[in-house]
């Protein structure tokens, strides 16, 4: 066998295991969907899980969809989403692009302040933000989910390593030709952030659209509830009695976050090819 051939065998061997892996992976999610066309569902769970239910039907969808609660939720779930996000992602590009190229005292202390929060999780902290939106009366709207995602460690760190591979030189001659720091940033580092700023969006997407914790600590007005709220209370009202109903609304929930995540995974790729910057 030629060096050719063996290796070619190599790379057939490694596409099988990663497929093998692969539907291992996606075959919760197939079955989710599966469950959430089958109708008898409704009635029991079926056992032995299969991937193919017996008669399809989109009964299950049709259902959820006369509901208007799910439409309310899917709005309110956008309304913060994207508030979180572009919020959280412009405060991280402007932290992360002043970390690693700003020159002011108390940086590194600063920077030091920032990497610590990541070790703090959310538990500790639901008394203490609960407590403080209470007080200026914030209880039951957007506002506690909105701003206290503004401020990421995690998106800073992220931003200023991705400014770090970035040259100074840049900066340098921007500065000889008088620019001030917001015209650098916006017209020379912000253009070749696309690929952090695809990645930042996904990761806060995510984060936003999932949270469940905080959102039913500070939402008690069922109109506000956002779509993890939604699904919760759903599933635990009617537990496994209506399997094929909770299955199409957590297919529904999810979809957001596949679309989001299937096009900004393209304009990543784009991203760093056109970038042109690889470094000093």
Same mark, same amino acid.
């Given at each position: ?8 065998? +190599? ?12 539907i291992?992976l ?25 991937l +193919? %239910? ?19 939720a ?8 994207t ?32 990497l ?31 701003l ?12 200023k ?13 921007a ?12 017209k020379?580092?912000? %253009?070749?952030?696309? %690929? ?18 905080? %959102?039913l ?52 790729i ?11």
């Open positions: 066998m030629t060096n050719k051939q063996s290796e070619r065998l +190599i790379d057939v061997i490694k596409f099988i295991v990663l497929l093998i892996f692969g291992l996606m075959s919760p999610f197939i079955w989710m969907i599966s469950v959430g066309f089958d109708r008898t569902a409704n009635i029991a769970m079926p056992f032995p899980p299969r +193919i %239910p017996e008669n399809i039907s989109n009964f299950n969808y049709g259902i959820i969809f006369e509901n208007g609660r799910v439409f309310k899917y709005l309110n779930s956008g309304i913060v989403t508030s979180s996000v572009t919020l959280s992602v412009c405060a991280a590009l402007l932290g992360g692009y002043a970390f690693s190229k700003g020159n002011f005292k108390g940086k590194k202390i600063l920077f030091i302040m920032v610590c929060t990541l070790m703090i999780p959310i538990e500790p902290r639901l008394i203490p933000l609960y407590k403080l939106f209470n007080s200026v009366g914030l209880l039951n709207t957007f506002w506690p989910l909105i206290p995602s503004i401020v990421s460690g995690f998106l800073i760190f992220l931003c390593q991705f400014f770090d591979q970035l040259p100074d030189t840049l900066r340098e001659a500065q000889i030709d008088g620019a001030g720091e917001f015209k650098i940033f916006f020379i580092y912000f %253009p070749l952030a696309g %690929p952090i700023a695809a990645t930042m969006v996904i990761l806060s997407f995510i984060w936003s659209w999932n949270d469940l914790m905080w %959102p600590v500070v939402l008690s007005n069922q109109e506000l509830h956002t779509i993890p709220l939604y699904l919760a209370s759903f599933s635990l009202e009617n537990g496994t009695s209506l399997g094929g109903l909770t299955m199409a609304l957590a297919t529904v929930s999810i979809l957001p976050i596949v679309v989001v995540y299937l096009f900004l995974q393209r304009y990543i784009q991203s760093i090819a056109l970038s042109g910057v690889k470094g000093e």
